[in-house]
């Protein structure tokens, strides 16, 4: 805990302005975290409607390919 003090003493060093700029900062970046992980998610998501399209899509070619008669 012998950060602290000295976190105060910068903190006390600088304009109001200065906090305010660093506390947006912060924000913005803890708001990126947050919106990269729910896009990880998202993509997590539209990857498994992908992989289902892609077997929907390969059954009904052989489907096609059947009643054609010809092979794929």
């Not at 000295?6 to 600088?14: H, P, Q, R, Y």
């Not at 947006?24 to 992980?37: D, E, F, K, L």
């Not at 990857?47 to 009643?67: C, F, H, P």
Request: hydrophobic content about 50%.
């Amino acid at each position: 805990m012998d950060f602290v003090p000295a976190l105060l003493a910068v903190i006390a060093k600088l304009d109001p302005i200065q906090l305010v700029l660093i506390l947006i900062i912060g924000a913005c970046g803890y708001y990126h975290v947050v919106w990269r992980r729910e896009d990880r998610e998202d993509r997590a998501k539209f990857i498994e409607l992908m992989e289902k399209q892609i077997d929907a899509t390969n059954g009904l070619r052989n489907v096609l390919s059947a009643i054609t008669g010809k092979a794929q």
